[in-house]
């Protein structure tokens, strides 16, 4: 690829919260971006807000749990945009529950979103990655990969996430692909949102609680997340590799 090709960079779960902002930063990086989320017509905002800033963006609806929805999802982004060589692997579910009243579905669906999404976004985009001799891999990991009590589905699916990062860093790096996670705190989106429904809290309430246990005592926004996304997909980065990165506002126990 020449130094002037504009990359293309694909996020996943990008209509809203953590993915929309990091798909318009990677965008106001110079990035072309596939905004990939579960309901196209839900991807519209994200777009419009990168076209209108100048840039090139498509919106592509995709389960990233089906096979054949991300394969078809990766070579349309091949042909309108071009090869993907940076992938934000970012859709994410909750299905919090005490371990005894979890149920298997909500075990299943929470690996399958996050670590089977993964696994096949990945190996759908590597190929162009392997091809271009050049690819920047981001997961998104938590703060709940270290345990948290009601999740451990999704605390084992993030922990997952930081294994199989650590993976891709040993087998990919011969080809100029560096993988990395991104581990956030508390962030202020619909997901923290709907816990503090679940608990029954108001959101404000639930934040203003929530900083009073951050060293910077502020909950985080999505742009905190897209700032380290941004770093570990530049070109700059590519000494960095299998790494989890914990951006919580602090350090966690
Ligand atoms: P969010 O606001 O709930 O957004 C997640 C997006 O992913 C939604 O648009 C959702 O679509 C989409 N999605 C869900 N399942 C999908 C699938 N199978 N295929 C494609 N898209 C799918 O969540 P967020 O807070 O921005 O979180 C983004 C990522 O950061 C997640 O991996 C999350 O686990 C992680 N994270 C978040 C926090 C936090 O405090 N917010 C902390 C640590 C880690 P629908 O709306 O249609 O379901």
Redesign the pocket.
């Given at each position: 690829m020449s130094t002037t090709e504009q990359r293309v960079a694909v996020v996943?779960?990008?209509?809203?919260?953590?993915?929309a902002a990091t798909a318009v930063r990677l965008a106001a990086e110079g990035r072309a971006v596939a905004v990939?989320?579960?309901?196209e017509a839900?991807c519209k905002d994200t777009v419009e807000k990168i076209t209108a800033a100048g840039g090139r963006a498509i919106a592509v609806g995709?389960?990233?749990?089906d096979e054949a929805q991300v394969e078809a999802a990766v070579a349309r982004v091949a042909e309108e945009l071009g090869a993907p060589v940076i992938l934000v692997n970012?859709?994410?579910?909750?299905r919090d529950n005490l371990l005894f009243k979890m149920s298997v579905s909500d075990w299943d669906t929470v690996m399958?979103?996050?670590l089977r999404?993964s696994f096949l976004m990945t190996r759908a985009c590597q190929k162009h990655m392997v091809d271009a001799g050049f690819g920047r891999i981001v997961n998104?990991?938590?703060?709940?990969a270290l345990g948290n009590r009601g999740q451990v589905n999704?605390s084992a699916a993030?922990a997952g996430l930081q294994g199989f990062t650590k993976t891709l860093a040993k087998e990919l790096g011969k080809f100029g692909i560096t993988a990395n996670s991104v581990?956030?705190?508390?962030?202020?989106?619909?997901?923290?949102k709907?816990t503090a429904e679940r608990v029954g809290m108001g959101f404000e309430d639930f934040k203003a609680v929530a900083a009073t246990q951050i060293p910077v005592q502020r909950v985080?926004e999505?742009e905190d997340?897209a700032n380290a996304i941004a770093f570990f997909t530049g070109d700059a980065a590519g000494f960095v590799s299998g790494q989890v990165l914990y951006v919580a506002g602090g350090p966690l126990d």
């Open positions: 996943t779960g990008a209509a809203r919260g953590i993915g990939i989320d579960l309901d839900a995709a389960d990233v749990s970012n859709a994410g579910v909750l399958n979103v996050h999404g998104l990991s938590s703060s709940s999704y993030k581990a956030p705190g508390f962030i202020a989106t619909e997901m923290t709907a985080g999505p997340i």
